[in-house]
């Protein structure tokens, strides 16, 4: 199994540029999750969806938008990069929601110049 | 809200030294417990974690943590430690939000 896949791994935007991190997992779960990571910040939720259809802000929304696809994907957008979104991005799954544990993706390690 | 206190943000150990890394967790009902490892440039991935009945929970690679209720507390500990157990190390809670919340994180640097 592959677990939790992002794309890209690595990515260098302009101000003002957008772009979409992208997001699947294989394990037929049914709540996906965007985590940003910062230095001395631990991890943020960004957006979640409890389930398929359903999306919910987290602690830091402001600046990105979210699409359920379907329930495999889950893709987290920014709309006109800024560089105070210069951050490690995480996806990450649950079968059940936060209550049983999350498998993490690998991460999109993001620059905004 | 619920929140999770790491407090010990950087620990430096020589190798075969024992750790203990704190956690505190601010939320008064039932809650479940993780802690989460992140070896250098690689994803987080579960190292133990507490539902119920046990208060002390064993995990991989030789980690266990202590579940104290009356301190709000799920300290890690490990023995003894070895080189690979370089990483940063995140506490995180769930409770009546059914979503995760994490710590700010505790860098481990054991040193060979």
């Known amino acids: 199994n592959a677990g939790v896949t992002q794309t890209p791994k690595f990515q260098v935007l302009k101000t003002g540029q957008s772009m979409t991190l992208q997001c699947a997992q294989d394990m037929n779960h049914n709540s996906m999750y965007w985590y940003r990571q910062d230095p001395g910040m631990g991890l943020r939720l960004i957006y979640y969806s409890a389930s398929e259809g359903t999306t919910d802000k987290g602690e830091v929304p402001n600046g990105y938008n979210v699409s359920r696809l379907n329930k495999r994907e889950f893709s987290l957008r920014l709309e006109s990069a800024a560089p105070s979104q210069t951050s490690v991005y995480f996806c990450a799954s649950s079968e059940y929601g936060g209550n049983y544990g999350y498998t993490f993706g690998s991460g999109t390690r993001l620059t905004v110049v | ?112």
Do not use: M
């Open chain 2, 1 to 112: 809200a619920q929140s999770v206190s790491q407090h010990n943000h950087h620990v430096i150990l020589s190798e075969a030294a024992s750790l203990e890394l704190g956690c505190n967790y601010s939320y008064g009902g039932t809650v479940n417990l993780f802690w989460y490892v992140q070896y250098p440039g690689q994803h987080l991935q579960l190292l133990l974690k507490y539902f119920s009945g046990d208060p002390l929970v064993k995990g991989i690679k030789g980690f266990e943590a202590e579940f104290i209720k009356s301190k709000f507390s799920f300290n890690l500990r490990k023995p003894s430690v070895q080189w690979s157990d370089t990483a940063e190390y995140f506490c995180a809670v769930s409770g009546a939000t059914n979503k995760l919340i994490f710590g700010t994180g505790t860098l481990l640097a054991v040193q060979p």
